[in-house]
């Protein structure tokens, strides 16, 4: 169901003719692994904030420039989280991510 609702979405960025989809689509994995890989997990209602190291390398490596966001890990050791990105010029859209057999799946949330 999850990859359906991913699908759906990419056929509309595709219909709107949003160009920098693809780049974001590459991208998220990549946070998603790094997230897992530094165990940024949620302590409470405290989130791994994008430094602006992080949104510096975000930015040179994507056609979507973002001015922040934050990720986290469900758990402590965990392989699933969420991602949030702020665009500039508006909008905060977020995605979760989970590593199914080391496969990193990604649902726009």
Known sequence: MKEYKLERMKKLVEEMGMKEWKEIDELLPILAKYCIAK???????EFH?????????????????????YMFLDDDGGKEGMIRLYPRGGGNPKWSFWDEKGEMKIDYA
């Open 39 to 45: 165990n940024f997990y949620r302590k409470g209602n």
């Open 49 to 69: 904030d994008f430094t602006k190291d992080e949104v510096s390398v975000i930015n040179r490596y994507s056609t979507k420039r973002i001015n922040g966001g």
